[in-house]
């Protein structure tokens, strides 16, 4: 069966350093997502992507970061200046259609970040 | 703003046994609500979409039923195993959005053999 698959499975790094956290989305997929999850907390919404530009956007997803499709496989979340709140787990997601109608998201196993 | 709630947040049960898990969410305009299983350090697998126009989904032994006026979906477990131990969200879109789903906190089920 298709999966989202997500690189590294674990990313520890320094405060104020970039970082780059990979996804594979369902090759037919059309729309990419970015969630996250703080432990202990809920999962919150980072970012959507469709036709290669952001549809949407949270509160959290400032400046500091950043999304690209370099090519027609990869998906990326670009941290450039870490900070330690930024300690989460990041989960990818994608879907065939707009999910408006009613379509299911499918999502990796995650990236666990920690910022130390 | 969409506000997704579950309770309970835990659950242990004994093997074979039937629960319900409960989800409360506070727009009604919602147009499709799903429930996700996380298993510890994995991702989100998808269960169940039900849409606005729909009651009630069935996958295997599970069944989520969504009503819209009372702001209320349920996810009915029968004959519950201990392969079923995980933690179960519920999400819905915020607004109309594309793809911002606002997730509860879970329900994390521990069914003992």
């Known amino acids: 069966e298709p999966e989202v698959t997500q690189t590294p499975s674990h990313q520890v790094t320094q405060m104020g350093q970039e970082v780059i956290l990979r996804c594979v989305p369902i090759s037919n997929h059309l729309y990419f997502y970015w969630y996250r999850q703080i432990l202990g907390q809920k999962v919150e919404f980072l970012v959507s992507f469709y036709n290669n530009e952001i549809s949407e956007k949270s509160e959290i997803f400032d400046d500091q970061f950043s999304v690209e499709r370099p090519d027609g496989s990869n998906f990326t979340l670009k941290i450039r200046s870490t900070k330690l709140e930024d300690s989460a787990m990041y989960f990818c997601a994608s879907s065939l259609r707009d999910p408006s109608q009613s379509e299911k998201l499918f999502f990796g196993s995650g990236t666990q970040l920690s910022v130390l | 703003k969409q506000e997704v709630t579950q309770i309970p947040a835990a659950l242990s049960v004994p093997e074979g046994e039937n629960l319900v898990l409960n989800c409360s969410f506070t727009?009604?305009?919602?147009?499709?609500l799903q429930w996700f299983r996380q298993d510890p350090g994995k991702g989100l697998t998808s269960l169940l979409l039900?849409?606005?126009?729909?009651r009630e989904q069935t996958s295997g032994r599970l069944n989520a039923s969504l009503d819209k006026s009372s702001g209320r979906s349920t996810l009915y477990i029968a004959a519950s195993q201990p392969g079923d131990s995980a933690t179960y969200l519920c999400a819905g879109p915020y607004g109309g959005s594309q793809g911002n789903l606002i997730f509860g906190k879970g329900t994390k089920l521990s069914v003992k053999p």
């Open positions: 039900i849409q606005s126009s729909q």
């Open positions: 727009d009604s305009a919602i147009y499709n």
